[in-house]
C-alpha cells in the first residue's frame, strides 16, 4: 500500500555533504520524494516537532542540534515507505545500526545520527502535516 513518510536530513548529514547520497538510497528503495524543503528550524520549530520527548533528559541538546544548521525536510511516498524508511535508516544509535544503513554509513553517535523518519501512520500524519500544507506536496 503506498503511503507517506516524513524524513529529514538532519544538520550533521548536511554538513557532511551526504544529501546526495541519501537521496539515492531513498530512490534507489522506490522512496520517492514528493515535497522537501532545506530549512533551518527555529527552536519553537524543533520543540514542537519533537514534543513527544520533552520530558527525556536529551531533549534541549537534541533541540540545539535541530537548530544548528539547515535540515533537508521532506515527504517520502511509496509503498510501505514507513516501515522501509525505518529499515533504510539503521537503529536510532549508530553504534547499533546494521550494516548498509545510513545510519551506519553517516550518523556520528546517538544524537548526531544524520536521518529522520516517521515510526508509524499516525506519526507520519503529524509530522508531514507539521511541515508541509497540501499544496507542497506533489504525488
Ligand atoms: P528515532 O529518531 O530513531 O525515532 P527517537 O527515540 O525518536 O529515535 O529519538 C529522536 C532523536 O533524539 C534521535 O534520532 C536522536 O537524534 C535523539 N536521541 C534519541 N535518544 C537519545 C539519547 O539517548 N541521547 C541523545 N540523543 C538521543
Ligand atoms: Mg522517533
Known amino acids: 500500500m503506498s503511503e507517506r513518510t516524513l524524513a529529514i536530513i538532519k544538520p550533521d548529514a548536511v554538513k557532511k555533504n551526504v544529501m546526495g547520497d541519501v ?10 520524494p514528493v515535497a522537501m524543503k532545506l530549512m533551518q528550524m527555529s527552536r519553537p520549530t524543533a520543540e514542537g516537532f519533537y514534543a513527544v520527548h ?13 537548530c544548528s544548521g539547515p535540515s533537508l525536510v521532506m515527504v517520502l511516498q511509496g509503498d510501505n515507505a514507513i516501515k522501509k524508511n525505518r529499515e533504510l535508516m539503521g537503529a536510532t544509535d549508530p553504534a547499533k545500526a546494521e550494516p548498509g544503513t545510513i545510519r551506519k554509513a553517516h550518523g556520528t553517535n546517538i544524537e548526531f545520527n544524520a536521518v529522520h523518519g516517521s515510526d508509524s501512520p499516525e506519526t507520519a500524519k503529524f509530522e508531514v502535516g507539521y511541515f508541509f500544507s497540501g499544496m507542497e506536496i506533489f504525488g
Do not use: H, I, Q, W
Open 23 to 32: 537521496l539515492n538510497r531513498y530512490e534507489k528503495a522506490g522512496l520517492k
Open 54 to 66: 520533552k520530558a527525556r533528559p536529551f531533549f534541549d541538546s537534541l533541540c540545539t542540534f535541530m
